[in-house]
């Protein structure tokens, strides 16, 4: 089946550096992979959503120039929050779609998470 | 505004069949869909319906009315490793060709089962 996989599971920063989280496909490709952060006990937001080659398409509310993501290949995209704050502090979770079952009822294939505590 | 709206928590024992209710209110819909998330896991995917109706996988089932923009997904035989938040989850955008969609979701109901 397909895994979608992330890293790092967890990490820990003081506040204003950077952080960047990966988000890998494993056994299938994805043009398109999508961000999302989830507060404690809270529902899934949709941050942005990455498509290979070109430039992010961020929601509303959403700052582009926090939250960057490059999306450099077919299997990765990584997400990068610049000078993190404690209010950053969250679940980070990437998934994706295998663009070869598309149209299916086959859904987006959810990361295990990111877990971040900026400090 | 865009709003799917989901008990907060449901509690029920070993065995015993529990249905999660999930009315929505989305800009576009292609389909409903539920995630099951364990504390700390990934959103599993668990069901999807796109046109009404009921559609069954094991002990799980899911029904969508689209006129009355409401869906469950039904637990039956409960077992303990069932507790977990359940979303329930529309696809609002859809371009097929690309593999662009954005999935909208819900408040989240968090199943608690005791023995």
């Known amino acids: 089946g397909a895994v979608v996989s992330q890293h790092p599971s967890w990490v820990i920063c003081k506040s204003g550096t950077s952080v960047k989280i990966e988000c890998r496909s494993l056994d299938f490709q994805a043009t398109t992979m999508f961000w999302y952060r989830q507060f404690p006990k809270q529902s899934l937001m949709l941050m942005a959503t990455s498509n290979e080659g070109s430039k992010a398409t961020y929601e509303q509310g959403v700052e582009k120039d926090k939250f960057l993501i490059n999306h450099a290949s077919l299997t990765l995209s990584t997400l990068t929050v610049t000078s993190a704050h404690p209010e950053d502090s969250s679940f980070y979770i990437c998934?994706?779609?295998?663009?070869?079952?598309?149209?299916?009822?086959?859904?987006?294939?959810f990361g295990p998470g990111t877990r971040l505590t900026v400090l | 505004g865009q709003s799917l709206e989901q008990p907060s928590e449901v509690t029920a024992v070993e065995g015993a069949i529990v249905q999660i209710n999930c009315t929505y209110q989305t800009s576009g819909f292609y389909g409903l869909s539920w995630y099951q998330q364990h504390d700390g896991g990934a959103p599993t995917f668990l069901s999807y319906?796109?046109?009404?109706g009921l559609e069954e996988t094991g002990r799980f089932s899911s029904f969508l009315s689209r006129s009355d923009s409401y869906g469950y997904l039904l637990l039956q035989e409960l077992q303990m490793k069932d507790s977990a938040s359940y979303f329930c989850?529309?696809?609002?955008?859809?371009?097929?060709?690309?593999?662009?969609?954005?999935?909208?979701f819900g408040t989240g109901t968090r199943l608690l089962v005791s023995p």
């Open positions: 989850a529309v696809r609002d955008r859809e371009f097929v060709n690309t593999g662009f969609q954005k999935l909208v």
């Open positions: 998934s994706a779609r295998d663009l070869l079952v598309a149209g299916t009822y086959n859904e987006q294939f």
């Open positions: 319906n796109a046109l009404d």
